[in-house]
């Protein structure tokens, strides 16, 4: 169980796959011979005449087929704006753990969301998953459990191993009082993928990566070689890859999931707020439920069972 929320060194930014660069192939200026029959490739004909000879050697395609179908992960530029509101979250979060009075620190932590979101919603920032756990994190201490819920589940989106998102959701949903938080979903995936916990998002793509080379490495020899094993050889360290990458694609659907930020938030029998509620009780914040349809500012939830209406304002989708 924690008590103070850390905030993460720097706020790390999720990386974005580098554009793939074209491979540009010249054409010839004259028919070339065609090569040793040991040798791969094949002719582009047209009009009834060899136009260019494409050379096919294994190398060459793995070097393609690896700018194709490989993500590689670079840091993205930071603006001088973006860091400067960074900066000022950061500090907020620090000056709100010194303070001394509780409504001095309720004040501060709240700044500091206000300033994590923002920096989140700021175009220029490429939000990554520590920088949501920050949001969480400063949510939680300002007592706004449902924006903190809101926040470490938008970081397991992006990085569906992060080990403090992890814990610190599964403190915030203890928080919520009833029994009306959800419940943790199953060990298994966890235990299936647990390299989850010990690398990012990223690192695992480059891991991944390696595996598909391999795989492509022992294909294209086997083939050219006409050695039948090394081509079934090939389907471990794709098997390998293809699970990796699986790993790091968002569990579930989210469309349709939210988190009540509203602690006075009442289930409505009707799209009105003069119609009876549903519950003895207005549900908590942190709830978390499933959107049925919204009409105008009104949205249609379900949860524990029973469906109803509550104010569209009062929730927080999961998915942005």
Known sequence: MITKCSIISRCRHSALPRVPETSHIAAADSVQALPPRTKLGWRLRGCGRNIAYLPARPGAWLSILFCLCVPVAVAPSTSAAEEAGLDAAIEEYSAAMEAQGRDERLRRFSRAEQLFRQAIE????????????????????????????????????????????????????????????????????????????????????????????????????????????????????????????????????????????????ILHAADSENSASRLSQPIPDGTEVKILQTRDRWTEIQIAGRSGWVLASSLQRVSQ
């Open 122 to 265: 700021d175009p220029s920032t490429q939000a990554g998953a520590d920088l949501f756990v920050n949001l969480g994190n400063a949510a939680l201490q300002a007592e706004h459990v449902g924006s903190a819920i809101v926040a470490y589940r938008r970081a397991l989106l992006l990085e569906p191993g992060h080990r403090q998102a992890k814990q610190n959701l599964r403190y915030a949903r203890s928080m919520v009082p009833n029994g009306t938080g959800a419940e943790e979903t199953s060990d298994l995936i966890d235990t299936l993928f647990f390299w989850q916990t010990l690398a990012s998002r990223e690192q695992i793509q480059l891991v991944a990566a390696c595996f598909f080379l391999l795989a492509a490495t022992l294909f294209s020899i086997g083939f050219a070689g006409k050695r039948s094993w090394l081509c079934s050889l090939a389907l471990v360290p794709l098997s390998i890859w293809l699970l990796l990458l699986l790993s790091t694609a968002p569990m579930g659907q989210t469309s349709d999931e939210a988190v009540v930020v509203s602690g006075d938030t």
